[in-house]
Protein backbone atom coordinates (compact mmCIF):
# COMPACT_ATOMS: atom_id res chain seq x y z
CA UNK A 1 0.00 0.00 0.00
CA UNK A 2 1.80 2.78 -1.31
CA UNK A 3 -0.46 5.27 -2.73
CA UNK A 4 -4.10 4.26 -0.97
CA UNK A 5 -5.19 1.56 1.13
CA UNK A 6 -5.47 -0.66 -1.49
CA UNK A 7 -3.06 -3.05 -2.84
CA UNK A 8 -5.09 -3.44 -6.46
CA UNK A 9 -5.46 0.59 -6.51
CA UNK A 10 -2.05 0.95 -6.18
CA UNK A 11 -0.95 -2.03 -8.68
CA UNK A 12 -3.11 -0.41 -11.43
CA UNK A 13 -1.77 3.15 -10.67
CA UNK A 14 1.65 2.25 -11.17
CA UNK A 15 0.77 -0.01 -14.21
CA UNK A 16 -0.74 3.84 -15.90
CA UNK A 17 2.00 5.82 -14.91
CA UNK A 18 4.37 2.86 -16.21
CA UNK A 19 2.55 2.74 -19.26
CA UNK A 20 3.04 6.14 -20.32
CA UNK A 21 6.92 6.22 -19.35
CA UNK A 22 6.59 3.31 -21.85
CA UNK A 23 5.21 5.72 -24.13
CA UNK A 24 7.84 7.89 -23.84
CA UNK A 25 11.19 5.43 -23.46
CA UNK A 26 9.16 4.24 -27.58
CA UNK A 27 9.01 7.77 -29.01
CA UNK A 28 12.67 8.60 -27.72
CA UNK A 29 13.85 5.66 -29.21
CA UNK A 30 12.25 6.64 -32.41
CA UNK A 31 13.53 10.78 -31.78
CA UNK A 32 9.98 11.60 -32.26
CA UNK A 33 9.40 12.25 -28.44
CA UNK A 34 8.33 16.13 -27.78
CA UNK A 35 6.29 17.71 -25.35
CA UNK A 36 3.68 18.70 -27.05
CA UNK A 37 2.34 15.57 -28.69
CA UNK A 38 -1.47 15.43 -28.22
CA UNK A 39 -0.97 12.26 -26.18
CA UNK A 40 0.71 13.91 -23.53
CA UNK A 41 -1.82 16.74 -22.99
CA UNK A 42 -4.27 13.76 -22.88
CA UNK A 43 -2.35 12.23 -20.24
CA UNK A 44 -2.40 15.46 -17.87
CA UNK A 45 -5.87 15.17 -17.66
CA UNK A 46 -5.66 11.56 -17.17
CA UNK A 47 -3.06 12.16 -14.65
CA UNK A 48 -5.45 14.67 -12.32
CA UNK A 49 -8.52 12.38 -12.54
CA UNK A 50 -7.20 8.74 -12.33
CA UNK A 51 -4.19 9.24 -10.30
CA UNK A 52 -3.82 12.86 -8.19
CA UNK A 53 -7.80 12.32 -7.74
CA UNK A 54 -7.55 8.83 -6.20
CA UNK A 55 -4.54 9.43 -4.09
CA UNK A 56 -5.75 12.31 -2.82
CA UNK A 57 -9.54 11.13 -2.13
CA UNK A 58 -9.72 7.23 -1.97
CA UNK A 59 -11.18 7.39 1.60
CA UNK A 60 -13.99 9.12 0.87
CA UNK A 61 -14.73 7.29 -2.88
CA UNK A 62 -14.51 4.18 -1.41
CA UNK A 63 -16.87 5.07 1.52
CA UNK A 64 -19.47 6.01 -1.17
CA UNK A 65 -19.05 3.53 -3.55
CA UNK A 66 -17.39 0.58 -1.65
CA UNK A 67 -14.16 -0.66 -2.63
CA UNK A 68 -15.08 -3.07 -5.09
CA UNK A 69 -16.08 0.09 -7.69
CA UNK A 70 -12.84 2.01 -6.82
CA UNK A 71 -10.76 -1.03 -7.70
CA UNK A 72 -12.57 -1.65 -10.94
CA UNK A 73 -13.10 2.07 -11.87
CA UNK A 74 -9.09 1.39 -11.71
CA UNK A 75 -9.07 -1.83 -13.51
CA UNK A 76 -11.32 -0.05 -16.43
CA UNK A 77 -9.48 2.73 -16.61
CA UNK A 78 -6.34 1.42 -17.48
CA UNK A 79 -7.80 -1.09 -19.73
CA UNK A 80 -8.94 1.74 -21.48
CA UNK A 81 -5.51 3.72 -21.54
CA UNK A 82 -4.11 0.38 -23.48
CA UNK A 83 -6.50 0.54 -25.89
CA UNK A 84 -6.04 4.58 -26.37
CA UNK A 85 -2.27 3.24 -26.70
CA UNK A 86 -2.86 1.08 -29.42
CA UNK A 87 -4.98 3.20 -31.51
CA UNK A 88 -2.39 5.73 -31.20
CA UNK A 89 0.53 3.65 -32.63
CA UNK A 90 -1.76 1.74 -34.91
CA UNK A 91 -0.46 3.06 -39.05
CA UNK A 92 -4.22 3.87 -39.86
CA UNK A 93 -3.52 7.57 -37.63
CA UNK A 94 -0.45 8.20 -39.48
CA UNK A 95 -2.14 7.29 -43.20
CA UNK A 96 -4.89 9.72 -42.22
CA UNK A 97 -3.14 12.33 -41.35
CA UNK A 98 -0.51 12.32 -44.51
CA UNK A 99 -4.09 13.01 -46.37
CA UNK A 100 -5.13 16.15 -44.28
CA UNK A 101 -6.06 18.88 -46.74
CA UNK A 102 -3.20 21.32 -48.42
CA UNK A 103 -3.20 24.92 -47.00
CA UNK A 104 -0.67 27.32 -48.02
CA UNK A 105 2.95 26.71 -46.93
CA UNK A 106 3.62 30.40 -46.00
CA UNK A 107 1.62 33.41 -45.39
CA UNK A 108 1.62 36.98 -45.41
CA UNK A 109 2.99 39.01 -42.35
CA UNK A 110 0.98 42.48 -42.32
CA UNK A 111 -2.52 40.74 -43.73
CA UNK A 112 -2.08 38.23 -40.97
CA UNK A 113 -1.55 40.92 -38.08
CA UNK A 114 -4.55 42.22 -39.59
CA UNK A 115 -6.07 38.99 -38.98
CA UNK A 116 -5.53 38.68 -35.58
CA UNK A 117 -6.96 41.76 -34.89
CA UNK A 118 -10.70 40.77 -37.07
CA UNK A 119 -10.42 38.04 -34.67
CA UNK A 120 -9.77 39.95 -31.63
CA UNK A 121 -12.68 42.22 -32.53
CA UNK A 122 -15.45 39.92 -33.31
CA UNK A 123 -14.72 38.03 -30.06
CA UNK A 124 -14.89 41.10 -28.11
CA UNK A 125 -18.64 41.92 -29.87
CA UNK A 126 -19.45 38.66 -28.63
CA UNK A 127 -18.41 38.99 -25.18
CA UNK A 128 -20.44 42.37 -25.12
CA UNK A 129 -23.69 40.91 -26.39
CA UNK A 130 -22.88 38.45 -23.39
CA UNK A 131 -22.67 41.23 -21.35
CA UNK A 132 -26.16 43.08 -22.52
CA UNK A 133 -27.90 39.82 -22.29
CA UNK A 134 -27.89 40.48 -18.36
CA UNK A 135 -28.11 44.24 -18.26
CA UNK A 136 -24.87 44.92 -18.75
CA UNK A 137 -20.97 44.44 -17.44
CA UNK A 138 -21.90 45.02 -13.77
CA UNK A 139 -25.05 42.92 -13.90
CA UNK A 140 -23.23 39.99 -15.35
CA UNK A 141 -20.71 39.88 -12.92
CA UNK A 142 -23.37 40.34 -9.83
CA UNK A 143 -23.20 36.18 -9.43
CA UNK A 144 -20.13 34.18 -9.67
CA UNK A 145 -19.21 32.46 -13.72
CA UNK A 146 -21.69 35.45 -15.35
CA UNK A 147 -25.24 35.91 -14.79
CA UNK A 148 -26.27 35.20 -18.42
CA UNK A 149 -29.58 34.71 -20.01
CA UNK A 150 -29.13 32.34 -22.47
CA UNK A 151 -32.97 31.91 -23.32
CA UNK A 152 -32.70 35.65 -24.54
CA UNK A 153 -29.01 34.89 -26.91
CA UNK A 154 -28.32 31.82 -29.53
CA UNK A 155 -26.00 29.67 -28.46
CA UNK A 156 -23.67 30.74 -31.34
CA UNK A 157 -22.86 34.22 -29.67
CA UNK A 158 -20.46 31.76 -27.39
CA UNK A 159 -18.67 30.82 -30.08
CA UNK A 160 -18.26 34.00 -31.82
CA UNK A 161 -16.91 35.21 -28.41
CA UNK A 162 -14.05 32.53 -28.19
CA UNK A 163 -12.86 34.09 -31.52
CA UNK A 164 -11.30 36.70 -28.89
CA UNK A 165 -9.29 33.74 -27.43
CA UNK A 166 -7.80 32.54 -31.86
CA UNK A 167 -7.07 36.38 -32.04
CA UNK A 168 -5.27 37.13 -29.15
CA UNK A 169 -3.43 33.71 -29.65
CA UNK A 170 -2.73 34.62 -33.28
CA UNK A 171 -1.23 38.00 -32.02
CA UNK A 172 1.02 36.20 -29.69
CA UNK A 173 1.99 34.15 -33.02
CA UNK A 174 2.86 36.63 -34.85
CA UNK A 175 4.84 38.67 -32.42
CA UNK A 176 6.99 35.54 -31.50
CA UNK A 177 7.66 33.34 -35.32
CA UNK A 178 8.74 36.92 -36.76
CA UNK A 179 10.85 39.64 -36.51
CA UNK A 180 7.86 41.60 -34.56
CA UNK A 181 9.80 44.72 -32.54
CA UNK A 182 9.71 44.41 -28.77
CA UNK A 183 6.55 46.98 -28.27
CA UNK A 184 4.38 44.60 -30.27
CA UNK A 185 5.86 40.92 -28.08
CA UNK A 186 4.54 43.04 -25.28
CA UNK A 187 1.47 44.17 -26.28
CA UNK A 188 0.95 40.16 -27.11
CA UNK A 189 1.56 39.33 -23.77
CA UNK A 190 -0.17 41.83 -21.92
CA UNK A 191 -3.17 40.61 -24.27
CA UNK A 192 -2.53 37.15 -23.43
CA UNK A 193 -2.14 37.91 -19.26
CA UNK A 194 -5.10 39.86 -19.26
CA UNK A 195 -7.35 36.69 -21.26
CA UNK A 196 -5.38 34.70 -18.21
CA UNK A 197 -6.93 36.98 -15.49
CA UNK A 198 -10.42 37.05 -16.97
CA UNK A 199 -10.74 33.00 -16.93
CA UNK A 200 -9.02 33.08 -13.48
CA UNK A 201 -12.13 35.31 -12.51
CA UNK A 202 -14.62 33.13 -14.37
CA UNK A 203 -13.95 30.19 -12.45
CA UNK A 204 -12.79 28.10 -16.18
CA UNK A 205 -10.42 25.80 -15.29
CA UNK A 206 -10.49 24.46 -19.04
CA UNK A 207 -9.77 27.82 -20.43
CA UNK A 208 -7.33 28.54 -17.95
CA UNK A 209 -5.29 25.57 -19.18
CA UNK A 210 -5.67 26.09 -22.55
CA UNK A 211 -4.04 29.59 -21.99
CA UNK A 212 -0.88 28.61 -20.50
CA UNK A 213 -0.72 25.52 -23.15
CA UNK A 214 -0.61 28.27 -25.78
CA UNK A 215 1.73 30.64 -24.43
CA UNK A 216 4.12 27.39 -23.97
CA UNK A 217 3.30 26.57 -27.78
CA UNK A 218 3.94 30.02 -28.57
CA UNK A 219 7.35 30.73 -27.18
CA UNK A 220 8.53 27.08 -27.67
CA UNK A 221 7.60 25.87 -31.78
CA UNK A 222 8.90 28.88 -33.18
CA UNK A 223 12.63 27.74 -32.07
CA UNK A 224 11.39 24.32 -32.40
CA UNK A 225 12.67 22.67 -28.84
CA UNK A 226 10.52 21.68 -25.98
CA UNK A 227 10.66 23.19 -22.58
CA UNK A 228 12.90 22.03 -20.32
CA UNK A 229 11.47 19.66 -17.25
CA UNK A 230 12.91 21.69 -14.96
CA UNK A 231 10.53 24.52 -15.88
CA UNK A 232 7.25 21.72 -16.82
CA UNK A 233 7.56 20.38 -13.47
CA UNK A 234 6.92 23.32 -11.30
CA UNK A 235 4.75 25.25 -14.13
CA UNK A 236 2.53 21.62 -13.68
CA UNK A 237 2.10 21.88 -10.09
CA UNK A 238 1.51 25.59 -9.45
CA UNK A 239 -1.39 25.09 -12.44
CA UNK A 240 -2.61 22.16 -10.75
CA UNK A 241 -2.47 24.19 -7.63
CA UNK A 242 -4.51 27.30 -9.39
CA UNK A 243 -6.92 24.95 -11.15
CA UNK A 244 -8.11 23.21 -7.51
CA UNK A 245 -8.29 27.11 -6.15
CA UNK A 246 -10.80 27.64 -8.86
CA UNK A 247 -12.49 24.84 -8.08
CA UNK A 248 -13.38 25.68 -4.67
CA UNK A 249 -13.21 29.19 -4.37
CA UNK A 250 -14.98 30.04 -7.81
CA UNK A 251 -18.56 30.63 -5.70
CA UNK A 252 -16.61 34.01 -4.34
CA UNK A 253 -15.54 35.68 -7.50
CA UNK A 254 -18.13 38.08 -8.27
CA UNK A 255 -18.57 41.74 -8.67
CA UNK A 256 -15.35 42.45 -10.96
CA UNK A 257 -13.55 41.05 -7.77
CA UNK A 258 -12.00 37.92 -6.57
CA UNK A 259 -13.31 38.92 -2.82
CA UNK A 260 -10.11 37.12 -1.27
CA UNK A 261 -10.99 38.78 1.89
CA UNK A 262 -14.14 36.24 1.92
CA UNK A 263 -12.01 33.58 1.89
CA UNK A 264 -10.71 31.24 4.89
CA UNK A 265 -6.89 31.03 4.09
CA UNK A 266 -6.37 29.22 6.87
CA UNK A 267 -8.32 25.94 5.43
CA UNK A 268 -6.90 26.54 1.86
CA UNK A 269 -3.79 24.34 1.50
CA UNK A 270 -5.96 21.22 3.26
CA UNK A 271 -8.62 21.65 -0.34
CA UNK A 272 -6.03 22.73 -2.37
CA UNK A 273 -2.98 20.79 -1.55
CA UNK A 274 -3.21 16.69 -2.28
CA UNK A 275 -4.23 15.22 1.55
CA UNK A 276 -1.10 12.90 1.87
CA UNK A 277 0.25 15.86 2.60
CA UNK A 278 -1.13 16.33 5.54
CA UNK A 279 -1.45 12.47 6.87
CA UNK A 280 -4.51 12.28 9.48
CA UNK A 281 -4.98 15.65 9.43
CA UNK A 282 -5.96 15.96 5.56
CA UNK A 283 -9.32 17.22 4.78
CA UNK A 284 -11.51 15.43 1.89
CA UNK A 285 -11.92 17.74 -1.52
CA UNK A 286 -13.82 14.88 -3.16
CA UNK A 287 -17.21 15.96 -4.70
CA UNK A 288 -19.90 13.67 -6.50
CA UNK A 289 -19.62 15.72 -9.60
CA UNK A 290 -15.84 14.81 -9.94
CA UNK A 291 -14.48 13.07 -12.53
CA UNK A 292 -13.14 9.98 -10.60
CA UNK A 293 -16.33 9.90 -8.97
CA UNK A 294 -18.49 9.86 -12.00
CA UNK A 295 -15.86 6.97 -13.57
CA UNK A 296 -16.76 5.11 -10.34
CA UNK A 297 -19.88 6.03 -9.98
CA UNK A 298 -20.65 4.47 -13.84
CA UNK A 299 -18.08 1.13 -13.05
CA UNK A 300 -21.11 0.72 -10.31
CA UNK A 301 -24.47 1.37 -11.56
CA UNK A 302 -23.71 0.54 -15.14
CA UNK A 303 -25.55 -2.11 -16.29
CA UNK A 304 -27.43 -3.32 -13.47
CA UNK A 305 -29.18 -0.27 -12.15
CA UNK A 306 -28.90 2.10 -15.32
CA UNK A 307 -28.68 1.02 -18.84
CA UNK A 308 -26.11 1.02 -21.67
CA UNK A 309 -26.14 4.72 -23.35
CA UNK A 310 -25.58 2.85 -26.56
CA UNK A 311 -23.95 6.06 -27.86
CA UNK A 312 -27.45 8.25 -27.94
CA UNK A 313 -25.39 11.30 -27.01
CA UNK A 314 -23.07 11.40 -30.15
CA UNK A 315 -26.81 12.70 -31.32
CA UNK A 316 -26.33 15.58 -30.29
CA UNK A 317 -23.74 16.29 -33.19
CA UNK A 318 -26.81 16.47 -35.47
CA UNK A 319 -29.06 18.48 -33.41
CA UNK A 320 -26.30 20.89 -31.52
CA UNK A 321 -25.84 23.19 -35.15
CA UNK A 322 -29.38 23.78 -35.45
CA UNK A 323 -30.56 27.14 -33.84
CA UNK A 324 -33.75 27.24 -30.83
CA UNK A 325 -35.31 29.72 -33.01
CA UNK A 326 -35.92 27.29 -35.92
CA UNK A 327 -36.57 24.06 -33.29
CA UNK A 328 -38.37 25.07 -30.69
CA UNK A 329 -38.37 21.74 -29.06
CA UNK A 330 -34.56 21.10 -29.88
CA UNK A 331 -33.21 18.19 -27.88
CA UNK A 332 -29.96 17.79 -26.07
CA UNK A 333 -29.20 14.04 -26.66
CA UNK A 334 -26.18 14.20 -24.64
CA UNK A 335 -26.99 15.75 -22.23
CA UNK A 336 -30.38 13.71 -21.47
CA UNK A 337 -28.58 10.92 -21.59
CA UNK A 338 -26.22 11.91 -18.39
CA UNK A 339 -29.41 13.12 -16.55
CA UNK A 340 -30.20 9.45 -14.72
CA UNK A 341 -26.34 9.36 -13.84
CA UNK A 342 -26.30 12.70 -12.20
CA UNK A 343 -29.62 12.77 -10.56
CA UNK A 344 -28.92 9.05 -8.86
CA UNK A 345 -25.58 9.95 -7.77
CA UNK A 346 -26.39 13.79 -6.68
CA UNK A 347 -23.29 14.77 -9.66
CA UNK A 348 -25.53 17.93 -10.00
CA UNK A 349 -28.53 19.89 -9.12
CA UNK A 350 -29.10 22.48 -11.65
CA UNK A 351 -32.04 21.52 -14.19
CA UNK A 352 -32.22 23.20 -17.43
CA UNK A 353 -36.06 23.71 -17.67
CA UNK A 354 -36.62 26.05 -20.56
CA UNK A 355 -35.81 23.32 -23.26
CA UNK A 356 -38.46 20.88 -24.64
CA UNK A 357 -36.98 17.97 -22.19
CA UNK A 358 -35.51 19.12 -19.12
CA UNK A 359 -32.14 17.60 -17.92
CA UNK A 360 -29.35 18.39 -15.58
CA UNK A 361 -26.36 20.15 -16.34
CA UNK A 362 -23.82 18.14 -14.78
CA UNK A 363 -19.48 18.29 -15.11
CA UNK A 364 -17.80 16.42 -17.73
CA UNK A 365 -17.48 13.19 -17.24
CA UNK A 366 -14.08 11.87 -18.18
CA UNK A 367 -12.88 9.53 -20.91
CA UNK A 368 -13.20 5.87 -18.85
CA UNK A 369 -16.62 6.79 -17.41
CA UNK A 370 -18.09 8.27 -21.07
CA UNK A 371 -17.16 5.15 -22.94
CA UNK A 372 -17.77 2.67 -20.51
CA UNK A 373 -21.67 4.19 -19.87
CA UNK A 374 -22.15 4.65 -23.46
CA UNK A 375 -20.87 0.68 -24.45
CA UNK A 376 -19.70 -0.67 -21.15
CA UNK A 377 -15.86 -2.79 -21.64
CA UNK A 378 -16.73 -3.05 -25.39
CA UNK A 379 -17.62 0.53 -25.84
CA UNK A 380 -14.37 1.45 -23.48
CA UNK A 381 -12.09 -0.60 -25.88
CA UNK A 382 -13.66 0.91 -29.41
CA UNK A 383 -13.62 4.24 -27.92
CA UNK A 384 -9.88 4.17 -26.69
CA UNK A 385 -8.78 3.16 -29.69
CA UNK A 386 -10.64 5.52 -31.88
CA UNK A 387 -9.20 8.31 -29.29
CA UNK A 388 -5.53 7.09 -29.81
CA UNK A 389 -6.15 7.47 -34.10
CA UNK A 390 -7.51 10.85 -33.42
CA UNK A 391 -4.36 11.84 -31.09
CA UNK A 392 -2.27 10.17 -33.48
CA UNK A 393 -3.23 12.39 -36.61
CA UNK A 394 -3.28 15.70 -34.57
CA UNK A 395 0.51 14.49 -33.99
CA UNK A 396 0.62 14.30 -37.52
CA UNK A 397 -0.69 18.18 -37.85
CA UNK A 398 2.24 18.99 -35.25
CA UNK A 399 4.81 16.90 -37.64
CA UNK A 400 4.23 19.73 -40.17
CA UNK A 401 4.45 22.62 -38.25
CA UNK A 402 7.86 23.14 -39.06
CA UNK A 403 7.24 23.77 -42.50
CA UNK A 404 3.42 24.54 -43.15
CA UNK A 405 2.79 28.03 -41.47
CA UNK A 406 -0.92 27.15 -41.60
CA UNK A 407 -0.44 24.03 -40.43
CA UNK A 408 1.84 25.73 -37.47
CA UNK A 409 -0.97 27.92 -36.91
CA UNK A 410 -3.72 25.49 -36.54
CA UNK A 411 -2.02 23.20 -34.13
CA UNK A 412 -2.52 26.26 -31.39
CA UNK A 413 -6.45 24.95 -32.00
CA UNK A 414 -6.40 21.20 -31.84
CA UNK A 415 -3.75 20.30 -30.32
CA UNK A 416 -5.41 21.30 -26.90
CA UNK A 417 -7.63 18.13 -28.53
CA UNK A 418 -6.32 15.72 -26.28
CA UNK A 419 -6.77 17.30 -22.53
CA UNK A 420 -10.41 17.33 -23.38
CA UNK A 421 -10.32 14.00 -24.59
CA UNK A 422 -9.19 13.06 -21.22
CA UNK A 423 -11.47 15.19 -19.04
CA UNK A 424 -14.59 15.96 -21.03
CA UNK A 425 -17.10 13.97 -23.36
CA UNK A 426 -16.21 11.92 -26.27
CA UNK A 427 -14.93 14.07 -29.23
CA UNK A 428 -16.59 17.01 -27.80
CA UNK A 429 -14.65 19.35 -29.54
CA UNK A 430 -16.62 18.81 -32.30
CA UNK A 431 -19.45 20.86 -30.90
CA UNK A 432 -17.23 24.19 -30.80
CA UNK A 433 -13.90 23.46 -32.58
CA UNK A 434 -15.03 23.39 -36.67
CA UNK A 435 -16.89 26.92 -35.44
CA UNK A 436 -13.65 28.53 -35.13
CA UNK A 437 -11.86 26.90 -37.66
CA UNK A 438 -13.86 27.49 -40.51
CA UNK A 439 -12.74 31.23 -40.31
CA UNK A 440 -9.76 30.46 -39.39
CA UNK A 441 -8.98 28.01 -42.71
CA UNK A 442 -10.85 30.71 -44.75
CA UNK A 443 -8.73 33.50 -43.28
CA UNK A 444 -5.39 31.05 -43.81
CA UNK A 445 -6.39 30.83 -47.64
CA UNK A 446 -6.89 34.57 -47.75
CA UNK A 447 -3.61 35.81 -46.42
CA UNK A 448 -1.39 33.31 -48.54
CA UNK A 449 1.94 34.20 -49.36
CA UNK A 450 2.41 33.94 -53.11
CA UNK A 451 5.50 31.53 -53.75
CA UNK A 452 7.40 34.56 -55.81
CA UNK A 453 7.67 36.70 -52.79
CA UNK A 454 11.43 36.35 -52.24
CA UNK A 455 10.98 36.99 -48.12
CA UNK A 456 12.15 34.55 -45.97
CA UNK A 457 9.86 31.95 -43.82
CA UNK A 458 9.09 33.11 -40.36
CA UNK A 459 9.56 29.84 -39.01
CA UNK A 460 12.85 29.87 -40.99
CA UNK A 461 14.15 32.98 -39.36
CA UNK A 462 12.96 31.43 -35.71
CA UNK A 463 14.53 28.56 -36.34
CA UNK A 464 18.07 30.14 -36.73
CA UNK A 465 17.57 32.21 -33.61
CA UNK A 466 20.08 30.86 -31.08
Keep these: MIFTPSVITDVFILLTIGLFGWHIRKLQRQRRWTVFDPLNYFWVGAFVIYVFEVMSNYDTFELWYGQAAVEDAMMWTFFGLVMLHVGYHMKLGRQLSDRLPALPPRLARIPFLWASISFIIAGLWGWIVIFDSSGGLHEWATQPRGNVDWEAISGYVGTIADLLNVGVFLLLIYAEWSRSRLVVRILAWVFLGLLLLFFLYLGTRSRTILVVLVALMAWSLPRRRSPPVLVLVPLFVCLLIVVRFQEYYRDHFHDLSFNFQEINWEEVPYRVLPGFFFGDRAVSTAERGSEFSITAAVVDLVPDRIHYAHGIEFLQVVTQPIPRALWPGKRYPMNESWTPIYEMTGASDYWVDYVAVPFLAGPAPGFVASWYYNGGPLGLAIGGILVGILLRIVRGIYDMTGTNESYFIIYFLVGPIGFGEAVGHPFGFVYSLPLLLVPLVFM ?22 P
Excluded: H
Design 444 to 465: LRLIRRKESAPVQSPLAIAAQR
